[in-house]
C-alpha cells in the first residue's frame, strides 16, 4: 500500500511516541477492530489491577505478541510501529510475602492480570508468564510501586482543526467512554489520502487518538469511535483509533 507523503510523517510520528515514553501500540480486540492501546496506558491499568492480589509487588511487566505466526493483517492500515493484531502474552515478575504458598499467589495474579487486561482493556490475552524475583516481609505496602505505577496526568483536551477535523473530533467525543482527543502522536486527528494497489481510486484514511474512562472498556469504546467517525464524513474513510490513556 502507497501513502501520500506517508514515509515522512511516520517517522516522525515513531520519534515522538518513543521520545514520550508511551511504548509500543497494543492492538485491542483481532484484525477487524482497528484499534489499539499505547503499551503506557495498558500496563497502568494491569498494575492497578495487581494492587487487588494481597502481599504482592509487580516488578517488571511487558506485553508482546504471543507468537508471530498467529497474527493477521489488520482490517485497516495501523499506526506507525503498531503490533499487529493477534494473540498476547503478558510477561512480569513479581515479589511477593510468605503469607500463602507462592505457587497459589502466582496463580491468583495470573488469574488478575489476564481478567484486567481482557475485561477492561480488550486485549487478547492468552498467556501470561510469571517469575519470582524475591520475598516480602509482611507489612511490606510497596507504596514507591504504587507511585511509579499511577496512571499519567491525562494532557489536556487537544483541539482539531478544519471542517472534517472537526466533524471527526466531535463525532468521537460524542461516544460514552471518550474523555477526550489527545496529542501524543501527534495531531489528535490525522486523515491522508491512500492509494492500496490495484484500486481503481485512492480512498481517505482517518486515524485519531483518545482518552477513555475506566469505566467502559476500551476496545468496546474504539469500537464506537470507529463506527461514529465512519458515519459522519460522507465518503465513509477507513478509520483506526488509538487509546493513549485510560482516566
Known sequence: ??????????RWAQAVRHQLGIGRLLPLGD?????WIAERA??????????????????????AVADAAD???????????ALPPGPLRVTAE?????????????????????????GRLGLTVTEVDLRVTGLLEEDAEGPAERAAAGLPEPPGAARAE??????VAAAALGVPGVLHLTGTLGHPVHIELLFPEGAALPH????????VSSDRRARDV????RTAVRRTLPDHPTVAVVVSAIG
Open 1 to 10: 500500500m502507497r501513502q501520500a507523503g506517508g514515509m515522512t510523517a511516520d
Open 31 to 35: 484484525a477487524r477492530d482497528g484499534a
Open 42 to 63: 495498558a500496563e497502568a491499568v494491569l498494575r492497578s489491577a495487581a494492587w487487588d492480589a494481597p502481599g504482592v509487588r509487580l516488578d517488571a511487566l511487558r506485553v
Open 71 to 81: 497474527t493477521a493483517e489488520p482490517a485497516v492500515p495501523a499506526p506507525p510501529s
Open 94 to 118: 513479581f515479589a511477593a510475602t510468605a503469607s500463602q504458598p507462592l505457587p497459589a499467589t502466582a496463580t491468583l495474579l495470573r488469574h488478575t492480570l489476564a481478567a484486567a487486561a481482557n
Open 162 to 167: 478544519g471542517s472534517d477535523e472537526t466533524r
Open 204 to 211: 481517505r484514511h482517518v486515524r485519531l487518538e483518545v482518552a
Open 222 to 225: 474504539a469500537r464506537e469511535v
